[in-house]
């Protein structure tokens, strides 16, 4: 099932806004004669505090509805799939709000005990990390979905890249170590990620995604549902391709109970035709 109108709807505005936000961000950038972490373009006293204030909102508006829009995406990945990427793009955009009404104070230092130390910086520097981390969750979690698959690639190849040149970029400036440098991994890695919500968002408003892309157990529990009485046999007519399961011809899937019983006659379905099948027969076509 692809997504409606509505959910094509959203996610083009809010594909539209993300870029906006990025394109926002490099013509900030480009206004600073040093090099520069970016979140002190929005440090206390800073003059491009207000257009960067303005840069995080746009990422929360846009990043926002373009998980609404996938809230029906899945990932397969055991561990990060118990929640769907929409929830961790959320909880991303959540963190940017506060961070976009948090700004660290002049020269955004690092928040470490000392006397430059203020909880200011320590609550933003904090909250910047988690939306970092909750951003490369959601992608992390794209790369595992059914699907489109050269988008899960390239979300594979992005979340890899965020997480590792952000945590080098702040490393870097924690360490106070060639902190120049540090300032453009973080550039880059804040580029890559908001490049990728403008793709997965373009993704879903042309329905190169798949809604209720979830794991095919979880998706046949929904067909059959969790509470049923317990039966011998269940045989449920299903789309394999569709489920993301490997199909030949004119395979089918038959799914027996979860019963640890021997393995008798009543819990086969025979074709009438069965017993006219001899070896050597060819497949049917």
Do not use: K, N
Request: hydrophobic share 50%; glycine share 10%; aromatic share 8%.
């Amino acid at each position: 099932m692809t997504l409606g109108t509505r959910e094509r709807i959203v996610a083009g505005a809010g594909t539209a806004i993300v870029a906006a936000a990025l394109v926002l961000l490099w013509v900030i950038r480009l206004q600073m004669p040093r090099d520069l972490y970016v979140s002190e373009l929005g440090a206390t006293g800073m003059p491009t505090a207000r257009p960067f204030e303005v840069f995080l909102l746009l990422i929360v508006a846009g990043g926002s509805l373009v998980a609404w829009a996938g809230r029906s995406i899945r990932s397969r990945a055991r561990l990060i799939g118990r929640w769907a990427p929409a929830i961790s793009l959320w909880i991303a955009c959540g963190f940017f709000l506060i961070d976009s009404q948090v700004t660290c104070s002049a020269g955004c230092p690092v928040p470490v005990p000392g006397p430059f130390f203020t909880w200011q910086d320590f609550v933003h520097t904090s909250v910047a990390v988690l939306a970092f981390a909750a951003a490369a969750v959601a992608i992390l979690q794209c790369a595992f979905a059914d699907g489109h698959r050269a988008l899960r690639r390239l979300s594979l190849i992005c979340a890899i890249g965020v997480g590792l040149i952000s945590a080098v970029g702040g490393l870097m400036s924690l360490f106070d170590f060639y902190s120049w440098f540090g300032s453009r991994l973080e550039l880059v890695a804040t580029t890559i990620g908001l490049g990728w919500v403008v793709v997965f968002g373009a993704a879903l408003a042309v329905g190169g995604l798949r809604a209720g892309s979830a794991s095919t157990l979880h998706r046949v529990e929904q067909s059959v549902g969790q509470h049923d009485q317990p039966v011998d046999l269940v045989l449920i007519p299903i789309d394999p391709p569709h489920l993301g399961l490997g199909a030949d011809r004119h395979e089918r899937v038959v799914l027996l109970p979860d019963d640890e019983r021997a393995f008798g006659t009543e819990h086969v379905l025979l074709p009438p035709h069965l017993p006219q099948i001899v070896p050597g027969d060819p497949a049917p076509r």
